[in-house]
């Protein structure tokens, strides 16, 4: 049975998933798709900054930061 | 071979490497283009290929053409060769990273649908082998249908074999088309090409489809009207029940293209190598290490800025002095030697004084921006900094504009949101730079420190500093809930590899930040300076038509001769009547030229309008006097001590002398003694002529910065008239309050 789906702000350290679904403001989906975050594609969640945001996530060799509202609206699976 | 210059545009994402190819293809033939409208640089330089001469134009880095910004669109324009100001380039030169090939390939594949003949530069190759990814460069560009050239910028690797690719492509003239999209795509996008007519470029037509509320969709509606935006939302309302909704069938489309290429031309390592970034990484984002490197990082540099850069001041400000005294020598008294000593040398001694600490903190930016540790400050002060409305990316310069707004404006470059970067340097005036510290240093010395506990002057610059660090965020807050309301910036930022700074590129950036200063601000900041001394200079003779210079000549050579005399008289333990009286005489004849120059610029015009401007500046508690020092100080801060000292008869005191400004914080405290409500308000007066300093745009040097990086007079107007609003209402209620209290405990 896959693990269930959730919010990507929800992973913990060194958790590799999914990504189901990229929702939120047309502008910050946009920039996600153009960074590689997109359906079908896997991250692994790296940390969260010493002040509890923004959060940390590795797209291959590239490592992206985004705040946690924005990574809550990204839905992963995790693997 | 071609006979004509050949123009290229170079454009990748940010961290490609891009700024190093571009040295490393154009040297130091560079310089900056000018864009109206447009507050980002792009710079331009020359090389030859072979034969043929090649006009190189670097684009701000970007990761992707749906323009967001005025700026972004200068950059799409400029491809799409619709500015007056470059001819449409002949070829496009894509620099990407070989270590991230998919994600730099996704810029490409847009650039494939300019038309216009594209060349990849397949750069830090050498970083890709060394984790063990093979890039075969001919499938690659079997694949991608455009010349594929492996280089690596920072050692100048394969660059002829680009220069030379840059040329074929150019005379070859056929473009690649990057990745094919769905039909009902294509569909919609003819249908609405249909409306706007053939002047809108295709390419254009497509961005207006994809980019939700980006700028072309803006421009065009504000040009078509209502009508367009609501076919274009049927459009993708349409697109989206047929499962091709926008913005994802652009990623599906150029990331499926772009996979397929990648997939038969590369090949990766199984796992992942865990690379030298990672473990980096793994320290300078920890929670605790990470924390205590950056606290390091940032002492560190604020400490160079405000320590280091001291000495370099103190060397350029002697030099000057020097010079002053050589010109002072050379030339009779008379309005042109003043106005050389005075105007001009004073005035290019002040716009030179911001050198040092501009070079270091440019320095210190190009450092951590060099070797990736920039992204790494604003991921670790993000959350402080969302708090007023800002990202992570505004803290370096808020954090360098506590030593001084100039460079610390400078450094709000690295900003790409607009909104934000302007917030950033409407506010940056407001922390307390160390301009500031002569006039603190001046009333605290003279109203705070007798007769107070010890810890009381260290409270009260405390007390300075902290009205900057709160206001500034307040102020920042509110302007992007006003003035600078918009779309909550998208913060999304990569946190690139690590790499080692290079020497020439930190050097290259020091110099070009300490240049672009002196030739854009200089001019402004010099100007200040003369209007300022004019001023204060005209008229120059008293009400009889004698000339106070020559009136101020004859007392100082009365008081020298006499020089000998007082001396003795003031060592003599016990003296005559008649002594005594002489001693009086000789005391108040050395005091004279002082006492005349501070008639004269009583006198002068400015002194005229500050006694006219009294009564606005009454309620603050302030004498003529004080008004007019603080109107004299628009160029710098600092210039009201040495003003003061001249209107109130303690010379022409150097802001940097402690004894002078002693002597000065004594006669200020005498005059003031003299008056019945400066005498008995004293304290409530300081305090208010330190908040107003706390608050106010007094300086000529920052608001020609601000013009310069806002390419625009109407934001360092509006900077001026906020802070100096802000500054009245804070020394009003300071003084009001003062009083009130003075009263009270009386």
């Not at chain 2, 006009?55 to 200068?74: C, F, H, K, N």
């Not at chain 2, 594929?148 to 492509?169: E, F, K, Y």
């Not at chain 2, 772009?258 to 793994?282: L, M, N, S």
């Not at chain 2, 210190?364 to 993000?382: K, P, S, T």
């Amino acid at each position: 049975m896959p693990a269930p789906a959730t919010p990507l702000s929800d992973l913990r350290p060194g958790d590799r998933a999914e990504v189901v679904a990229v929702a939120g403001d047309p502008a910050l989906v946009q920039r996600l798709y153009e960074f590689g975050l997109f359906e079908g594609e896997t991250v692994e969640f790296v940390g969260t900054a010493p002040l509890g945001d923004p959060v940390e996530v590795r797209l291959g060799n590239a490592r992206l930061t985004l705040r946690k509202a924005d990574a809550a609206g990204v839905t992963v699976r995790p693997v | 071979m071609l006979t004509k210059t050949l123009t290229v545009a170079l454009v990748g994402n940010p961290n490609a490497g891009k700024s190093t190819l571009f040295n490393a293809l154009s040297g130091l033939r560079q310089r900056v283009g000018n864009y109206p409208g447009v507050t980002v640089e792009m710079k331009k330089g020359r090389f030859a290929a072979g034969g043929t001469a090649v006009e190189l134009i670097d684009l701000p880095g970007t990761y992707s053409l749906a323009a967001r910004s005025p700026d972004e669109m200068v950059a799409v324009d400029l491809l799409l060769g619709r500015r007056p100001e470059e001819p449409r380039p002949d070829v496009v030169l894509a620099v990407v990273d070989a270590t991230n090939l998919d994600r730099h390939l996704y810029l490409t594949s847009q650039l494939l649908d300019l038309g216009t003949p594209v060349v990849v530069a397949l750069n830090m190759i050498d970083a890709a082998e060394a984790q063990g990814i093979k890039i075969n460069a001919a499938e690659l560009s079997a694949r991608l249908g455009v010349a594929v050239v492996p280089v690596q910028a920072n050692a100048g690797v394969g660059i002829t074999d680009l220069t030379r690719a840059v040329v074929a492509a150019a005379e070859g003239g056929s473009a690649a088309t990057g990745p094919a999209f769905p039909g009902a795509f294509e569909a919609e996008v003819a249908a609405l090409q249909e409306e706007l007519g053939p002047d809108v470029p295709g390419f254009l037509t497509r961005r207006l489809v994809l980019d939700v509320g980006g700028y072309v969709e803006q421009w065009l509606v504000g040009r078509h009207g209502e009508g367009l935006r609501l076919k274009l939302n049927t459009a993708r309302r349409r697109l989206a029940d047929a499962g091709h909704s926008v913005p994802g069938v652009e990623a599906r489309a150029r990331f499926g293209w772009v996979k397929a290429a990648v997939g038969a031309a590369v090949a990766r390592p199984a796992e992942r190598r865990v690379t030298a970034t990672d473990r980096i990484d793994a320290v300078l984002t920890h929670r605790v290490w990470g924390t205590l490197v950056f606290l390091a990082v940032m002492f560190l540099m604020f400490q160079s800025i405000y320590l280091w850069a001291g000495p370099l001041m103190d060397g350029i400000e002697g030099a000057v002095g020097r010079v002053g005294e050589a010109v002072a020598g050379a030339l009779g008294p008379g309005p042109l030697r003043s106005l050389l000593v005075d105007g001009v040398v004073k005035g290019v001694g002040s716009v030179l004084v911001f050198l040092p600490q501009i070079m270091i903190l440019f320095g210190f930016v190009a450092v951590l921006e060099g070797c990736g540790y920039m992204a790494r400050a604003a991921f670790l002060m993000d959350r402080l900094m969302s708090r007023c409305g800002l990202s992570g990316k505004s803290f370096i310069p808020m954090l360098s504009s506590v030593a001084c707004a100039v460079p610390g404006i400078m450094a709000t470059r690295v900003i790409e949101n607009r909104r934000d970067r302007f917030a950033t340097i409407l506010v940056a005036p407001l922390m307390s730079c160390s301009a500031r510290l002569p006039v603190y240093l001046l009333l605290v010395g003279a109203f705070l420190t007798e007769g107070y506990a010890w810890w009381v002057p260290g409270l009260v610059l405390f007390g300075l500093y902290l009205i900057g660090f709160v206001t500034a965020p307040l102020v920042a807050l509110l302007l992007k809930r006003t003035l600078l309301r918009g779309a909550t910036p998208v913060f999304v930022m990569e946190l690139p590899a690590y790499h080692r700074p290079r020497v020439r590129a930190v050097v290259r950036r020091m110099v070009e930040a300490g240049g672009a200063f002196v030739v854009r601000a200089g001019t402004i900041i010099l100007a200040a300076m003369v209007l300022v001394w004019a001023l204060l200079y005209f008229p120059r003779t008293d009400p009889t038509g004698v000339p106070y210079e020559e009136r101020i000549a004859a007392a100082e050579a009365a008081a020298e001769a006499n020089a000998d005399r007082l001396a003795e008289l003031k060592g003599k333990d016990e003296a005559t009547d008649a002594e005594k009286e002489e001693r009086e005489t000789l005391e108040a004849a050395a005091a004279e030229p002082d006492r005349l120059n501070g008639e004269w610029k009583r006198d002068s015009l400015l002194g005229r309008f500050g006694r006219w401007l009294e009564p606005a500046v009454r309620p603050l508690g302030w004498d003529w006097k004080v008004g007019t020092a603080a109107l004299a100080s628009f160029p710098a801060r600092e210039v009201f001590v040495g003003t003061a000292g001249m209107l109130y008869g303690a010379g022409d005191v150097d802001p940097g002398d402690d004894e002078q400004t002693a002597g000065l914080g004594a006669a200020v405290k005498a005059d003031w003694a003299a008056d019945p409500v400066r005498g008995k308000y004293g304290v409530a007066v300081a305090a208010s002529v330190m908040v107003f300093f706390a608050l106010c745009m007094q300086c000529a040097s920052t608001l020609a910065v601000i013009r310069r990086e806002t390419r625009s007079w109407a934001w360092p107007a509006f900077t001026f008239a906020y802070m100096t609003a802000l500054a009245y209402l804070g020394a009003l209620v300071t003084y009001q309050v003062g009083a009130a209290v003075t009263d009270w405990g009386a």
